[in-house]
Nanobody, 121 residues
Framework: QVQLVESGGGLVQPGGSLRLSCAASGTIFSIYDMAWYRQAPGKLRELVAAITIGGSTDYLDSVKGRFTISRDNAKNTVYLQMNNLKPEDTAVYYC???????????????WGQGTQVTVSS
């Protein structure tokens, strides 16, 4: 079984910064894409940022230039550095990973439990 455990959420003032972490543990052969999603109250879950196993990244337009996604493949961990946070960034942030459990098998999709990020003065 694979678990994704997130940390780093909290309350921050507008213009502040937070760094989210998500560590994958369990029976893992490799991890393909890793990503951060968020869901605000009353809204659909949206993709915030994604990173491939090779390090290519993609971002939601509204966070470009403010958020940076990175990963440490040796630690099976993905990070999201969030700078210049705005009230509209308030949401529950979820980690997602495509995990290969054994050689010559297709990846399975796993999710973290979510971490609350609140941007308010």
């Amino acid at each position: 079984q694979v678990q994704l455990v997130e940390s780093g959420g909290g309350l921050v003032q507008p213009g502040g910064s937070l760094r989210l972490s998500c560590a994958a543990s369990g029976t893992i052969f490799s991890i393909y894409d890793m990503a951060w999603y968020r869901q605000a109250p009353g809204k659909l879950r949206e993709l915030v940022a994604a990173i491939t196993i090779g390090g290519s990244t993609d971002y939601l337009d509204s966070v470009k230039g403010r958020f940076t996604i990175s990963r440490d493949n040796a630690k099976n961990t993905v990070y999201l550095q969030m700078n210049n946070l705005k009230p509209e960034d308030t949401a529950v942030y979820y980690c997602n990973a495509e995990v290969v459990l054994a050689p010559v098998t297709l990846p399975d999709d796993y999710w973290g439990q979510g971490t609350q990020v609140t941007v308010s003065s």
